[in-house]
């Protein structure tokens, strides 16, 4: 068996111990270890490599931004800005059919901007808004499928931890990639808001209406919000200038959640205890997927396996289209067994120099941020995609009362409007490259 032939076969092998329920940074180690023992035939060489590998991954600075975004998600929950998010947002359009859903979208993307987490985007404004959408007479689906899907936005919407990563495994600007994923992030909160416009005229029973606020108590709600307007231009908006590299950005809108939870009064020590030890645990289980990512992308490319395929779409005479319409796709199927971030930290390595040999019209800049946007979109789709969308899975289980397949009927309005835009944005890049031109 030629070494090619063994890196291709241990990517099914790693989607088996995946779907057996293996940790998936432990199923990219072990595949990754194993592998370049079969390709070096030296067990010393594969085992050479934790001690190389582990320095290298642990030692690159730009991942310090990880554990700083991922404080500043959770310092904004207990300072209680995602309830002002709501708030502000439902006090606007909280009247209308479908209004206070559309509330809870715009409260996730504001949301989102503070935080660079979908999954702890979902968990913490569905704590706030759940109980105020079945108050409000909405349907048991229509609530946790609109939850799910505005959980997505936490990504979608800058700062990201999921391009953070993607820009070191491409090396691309940070500050340009962020630029790029406004837009597209924006559209989808504003595509999410019309599929729940159309979905409660479909079903007028799935939502009721808050009463009417008057103007005063619309701008008390909306004089809220201005600590998460700040501290998205503090880190977002001096990273793009030039002001602070993403790091330094990072720890300043940490610091800054920190201190409007501070001035909220319920930071105390218990609550910061339990902020600083859930960090720890994300961080951990990031670093660990990554180091496994490591290893196994260590090993394909010991084994030749992206250079390889570039050869073959190049040899096969494949359009560019057609290339990243399969490419896209793959993503779609992976995300119904594989997180976000798992998805880019095993895929990227393997693609990227495969798109590189594509010519779309773009400079090679431009080519990486405009698929690092797109493989960004879909692999979040993969978050809401029946049967194992991981966001479903957190949102319903707050809402035991909705049975999963109400969640799943509904959900699928704003997985068809996901990959609509997606469409969108493949075809005409300029949506999210113009703002970096």
């Given at each position: ?125 569905g ?19 609109t ?27 940070i ?16 595509t ?41 231009l ?57 180091l ?7 090993f ?70 405009w698929?690092?946007?797109?493989v ?27 049975p ?34």
């Amino acid at each position: 068996m030629s070494t090619v032939e063994i890196g291709l076969w241990s990517i099914p092998v790693l989607l088996l111990m995946i779907f057996l329920r293996a940790p998936i940074g432990l199923a990219m180690l072990i595949c990754g270890l194993g592998g370049s023992w079969l390709v070096t035939g030296s067990p010393g060489m594969a085992l050479s490599r934790l001690k190389t590998e582990v320095f290298g991954a642990y030692s690159n600075y730009f991942l310090s931004i990880v554990p700083m975004f991922l404080l500043m998600g959770y310092l904004a929950g207990i300072g209680g800005m995602s309830r002002s998010l709501f708030k502000a947002a439902e006090a606007f359009l909280g009247h209308r059919k479908g209004g206070t859903a559309m509330a809870a979208i715009g409260a996730c993307a504001g949301f989102g901007a503070i935080c660079g987490s979908s999954l702890a985007t979902a968990a913490t404004m569905g704590q706030v808004a759940l109980p105020e959408l079945r108050r409000a007479g909405y349907s048991g689906g229509l609530s946790t499928a609109t939850l799910a899907a505005g959980g997505t936005l936490g990504v979608l919407i800058p700062p990201s931890i999921v391009l953070v990563i993607y820009a070191s495994l491409t090396e691309q600007n940070i500050a340009k990639l962020f630029l790029a994923a406004f837009v597209p992030g924006v559209l989808a909160a504003i595509t999410y808001g019309l599929v729940i416009a159309f979905y409660v005229r479909v079903h007028p029973g799935s939502a009721g209406t808050a009463p009417r606020l008057p103007w005063s108590a619309r701008m008390r709600a909306l004089a809220e919000v201005w600590p998460t307007a700040l501290i998205f231009l503090a880190v977002v908006g001096s990273i793009y200038v030039g002001v602070f590299t993403p790091t330094e950005g990072a720890a300043v809108g940490a610091l800054g959640t920190g201190l409007v939870a501070l001035g909220s009064g319920k930071l105390g020590w218990g609550a910061a205890r339990e902020a600083v030890v859930a960090t720890a645990a994300s961080t951990a289980m990031i670093f660990f997927i990554v180091l496994g990512a490591g290893f196994f992308n260590g090993f394909l490319a010991l084994a030749r396996v992206p250079q390889t395929l570039s050869a073959f779409v190049v040899e096969q005479g494949f359009g560019p289209w057609l290339v990243l319409a399969i490419i896209l796709l793959v993503y779609l199927v992976l995300g119904c067994v594989m997180d976000s971030l798992s998805m880019i930290l095993l895929t990227v390595p393997i693609f990227y120099p495969v798109m590189t040999t594509l010519d779309f019209g773009l400079t090679t800049e431009e080519m990486a941020i405009w698929f690092g946007i797109l493989v960004l979109i879909i692999v979040e789709v993969g978050l809401i995609t029946p049967p194992v969308g991981l966001n479903l899975f957190i949102i319903n289980a707050m809402d035991p009362e909705t049975p999963i397949g109400q969640t799943y009927r509904a959900v699928t309005w704003f997985v068809v409007s996901d990959i609509l835009r997606v469409i969108l944005i493949a075809a005409f890049p300029a949506i999210s490259l113009f703002l970096i031109a």
